[in-house]
C-alpha cells in the first residue's frame, strides 16, 4: 500500500505531464462553456465550431504552420495520429514504405502491418547516436521518423533527411510527442508533411491527439461514420479537448527556450551526480546531444524496471524504464537494441524524464535514492 496516490517527485514527464493548475481552472469553464455537439445546425453548434476552427490555428501557428498550407485532424491521441497516417497513406504496391527502427510501438506496428499487408517496406537501422541510416539507393514513398526519440531523448536531424530524399517524392511523417514545447520543430526547414503530435506530453487532456496534414496530402480514413473532419476522421470532435490542446501548446511553446535551457543544466546536474554512481557499473545511453528534457542510464547486472519500482515505493520518485523491459521478461528495449546496446547493460536502463516544475532539488533526491536502492538491491 502506497502512502499516497501521488510521487513525492515525478520525474516521467516523457510518459506524460500533469495538468497545470491554470489549466485545471479553465477545465471547469470549458464545461459549461462548450456544451453542444459542434457538428450540429444551431448558433450554439456554430459557436463550439468556431471554438475548434480557432483552435486548429492556434496549434497550427505552435509548428510554424498556418492553416494556408496546412489542417488539423483531431484525434484520441499520439497513437491514432500516427495509424491514421501510415494506415491511411496511399501509394501504389510497388512503393517502399520505410521506418527508422528507433520508432515509438505506435509506429511501428502500423507499420509492420503495413508490411503483413504486402506493401514493401523498411526499417531502417540507426547510428551508434541515433541517427537514422536512410537507403537512397531505394527512395520510399513515406519516410516514417521520430524527431525526438522517447526513450534516449536522441534528435533526428529532420531538415537533413529531407534533404538526402529532396526530389524523390517522399513524404515525410514526423512523430514529434517528444519534440512540441521542447525543441523546435521544423516544419518549414524539413517540409513535413505530416506531423503527429500528442496533448498528454504537454500537460493538456491525456486522451486528445492530433494528426498535422499539408494540404495536398489527405489520408485514407480509418474511423468512419459520419464524416466529420472532411471525412478523413468520423467522430464527434471534442470542443474542449481541442481547446485545452491549443491552450497547453501555446504555453509549452511560449515558455519553451526558458525551460530548455533550464533543462540543460538539470541535465548537467544528473550528469555530474551519476559520477559517484560509478562502482554501480552506471553509464549514461543518451547521446551527448540528446533533447535536455530525457535521460537514459543504466546500470549493467540490474534490473531497470526492478530499479523503477523501487524508487516508486521506497522512495516516492517516479521514473520510466522507457521500454517493456522487466525483471519478469527477457525482452529489452527495442531502441536500445537498434543502438547495439549490450543486453546485460540494456535490462539495466532506467529513463529520467524532466518537466516545468523539476528543480535541482528534484534531482539531488534521485540521485541519493538511486544510491540507497542500488545499495540495498
Same mark, same amino acid.
Given at each position: 500500500?502506497?502512502?499516497?496516490?501521488?510521487?513525492?517527485?515525478?520525474?516521467?514527464?516523457? *510518459?506524460?505531464?500533469?495538468?497545470?493548475?491554470?489549466?485545471?481552472?479553465?477545465?471547469?469553464?470549458?464545461?459549461?462553456?462548450?456544451?453542444?455537439?459542434?457538428?450540429?445546425?444551431?448558433?450554439?453548434?456554430?459557436?463550439?465550431?468556431?471554438?475548434?476552427?480557432?483552435?486548429?490555428?492556434?496549434?497550427?501557428?505552435?509548428?510554424?504552420?498556418?492553416?494556408?498550407?496546412?489542417?488539423?485532424?483531431?484525434?484520441?491521441?499520439?497513437?491514432?495520429?500516427?495509424?491514421?497516417?501510415? /494506415?491511411?497513406?496511399?501509394?501504389?504496391?510497388?512503393?517502399?514504405?520505410?521506418?527508422?527502427?528507433?520508432?515509438?510501438?505506435?509506429?511501428?506496428?502500423?507499420?509492420?502491418?503495413?508490411?503483413?499487408?504486402?506493401?514493401?517496406?523498411?526499417?531502417?537501422?540507426?547510428?551508434?547516436?541515433?541517427?537514422?541510416?536512410?537507403?537512397?539507393?531505394?527512395?520510399?514513398?513515406?519516410?516514417?521518423?521520430?524527431?525526438?526519440?522517447?526513450?534516449?531523448?536522441?534528435?533526428?536531424?529532420?531538415?537533413?533527411?529531407?534533404?538526402?530524399?529532396?526530389?524523390?517524392?517522399?513524404?515525410?511523417?514526423?512523430?514529434?510527442?517528444?519534440?512540441?514545447?521542447?525543441?523546435?520543430?521544423?516544419? /518549414?526547414? @524539413?517540409?513535413?508533411?505530416?506531423?503527429?503530435?500528442? @496533448?498528454?506530453?504537454?500537460?493538456?487532456?491525456? *486522451?486528445?491527439?492530433?494528426?498535422?496534414?499539408?494540404?495536398?496530402?489527405?489520408?485514407?480514413?480509418?474511423?468512419?461514420?459520419?464524416?466529420?473532419?472532411?471525412?478523413?476522421?468520423?467522430?464527434?470532435?471534442?470542443?474542449?479537448?481541442?481547446?485545452?490542446?491549443?491552450?497547453?501548446?501555446?504555453?509549452?511553446?511560449?515558455?519553451?527556450?526558458?525551460?530548455?535551457?533550464?533543462?540543460?543544466?538539470?541535465?548537467?546536474?544528473?550528469?555530474?551526480?551519476?559520477?559517484?554512481?560509478?562502482?554501480?557499473?552506471?553509464?549514461?545511453?543518451?547521446?551527448?546531444?540528446?533533447?535536455?528534457?530525457?535521460?537514459?542510464?543504466?546500470?549493467?547486472?540490474?534490473?531497470?524496471?526492478?530499479?523503477?519500482?523501487?524508487?516508486?515505493?521506497?522512495?516516492?520518485?517516479?521514473?520510466?524504464?522507457?521500454?517493456?523491459?522487466?525483471?519478469?521478461?527477457?525482452?529489452?528495449?527495442?531502441?536500445?537494441?537498434?543502438?547495439?546496446?549490450?543486453?546485460?547493460?540494456?535490462?539495466?536502463?532506467?529513463?529520467?524524464?524532466?518537466?516545468?516544475?523539476?528543480?535541482?532539488?528534484?534531482?539531488?533526491?534521485?540521485?541519493?535514492?538511486?544510491?540507497?536502492?542500488?545499495?540495498?538491491?
Amino acid at each position: 500500500m502506497l502512502p499516497s496516490n501521488k510521487p513525492a517527485i515525478y520525474l516521467d514527464y516523457a *510518459a506524460g505531464m500533469p495538468f497545470s493548475d491554470d489549466l485545471l481552472e479553465r477545465i471547469r469553464r470549458y464545461h459549461r462553456e462548450f456544451v453542444v455537439n459542434p457538428h450540429g445546425g444551431s448558433c450554439y453548434a456554430e459557436y463550439c465550431r468556431r471554438a475548434i476552427i480557432n483552435a486548429e490555428a492556434r496549434l497550427l501557428a505552435c509548428v510554424g504552420s498556418s492553416p494556408d498550407e496546412a489542417s488539423v485532424i483531431w484525434t484520441s491521441g499520439g497513437t491514432e495520429a500516427l495509424n491514421l497516417a501510415i /494506415q491511411g497513406f496511399a501509394c501504389g504496391p510497388e512503393q517502399e514504405i520505410h521506418c527508422e527502427a528507433g520508432a515509438h510501438a505506435a509506429m511501428l506496428a502500423p507499420f509492420h502491418a503495413r508490411l503483413t499487408r504486402g506493401q514493401p517496406g523498411r526499417i531502417l537501422p540507426l547510428a551508434p547516436q541515433g541517427q537514422v541510416i536512410l537507403d537512397l539507393q531505394h527512395p520510399p514513398a513515406l519516410l516514417a521518423l521520430s524527431h525526438v526519440n522517447n526513450e534516449t531523448g536522441a534528435i533526428q536531424d529532420l531538415a537533413a533527411c529531407r534533404h538526402q530524399v529532396f526530389g524523390k517524392n517522399t513524404t515525410l511523417l514526423v512523430d514529434a510527442a517528444q519534440s512540441l514545447g521542447k525543441c523546435p520543430i521544423p516544419w /518549414q526547414a @524539413a517540409s513535413i508533411d505530416l506531423l503527429a503530435l500528442s @496533448a498528454r506530453k504537454i500537460g493538456g487532456p491525456p *486522451a486528445v491527439g492530433a494528426l498535422i496534414v499539408r494540404r495536398d496530402h489527405a489520408p485514407a480514413p480509418q474511423i468512419l461514420g459520419g464524416g466529420q473532419q472532411r471525412g478523413m476522421r468520423s467522430g464527434t470532435v471534442d470542443t474542449i479537448g481541442a481547446v485545452l490542446f491549443a491552450d497547453a501548446a501555446e504555453m509549452v511553446c511560449t515558455a519553451m527556450l526558458e525551460l530548455r535551457r533550464q533543462h540543460q543544466v538539470l541535465s548537467r546536474r544528473l550528469m555530474d551526480g551519476l559520477q559517484r554512481l560509478g562502482r554501480y557499473r552506471c553509464r549514461v545511453l543518451s547521446p551527448p546531444t540528446a533533447a535536455p528534457h530525457i535521460t537514459m542510464i543504466a546500470f549493467e547486472g540490474y534490473e531497470g524496471a526492478v530499479i523503477m519500482r523501487l524508487l516508486a515505493e521506497k522512495e516516492q520518485i517516479l521514473v520510466g524504464t522507457g521500454s517493456a523491459c522487466s525483471a519478469e521478461s527477457k525482452d529489452i528495449s527495442h531502441v536500445l537494441k537498434a543502438l547495439a546496446v549490450p543486453e546485460t547493460l540494456a535490462r539495466g536502463a532506467i529513463r529520467v524524464s524532466l518537466g516545468p516544475p523539476t528543480t535541482a532539488r528534484d534531482i539531488d533526491a534521485l540521485l541519493a535514492a538511486l544510491e540507497r536502492v542500488l545499495a540495498r538491491y
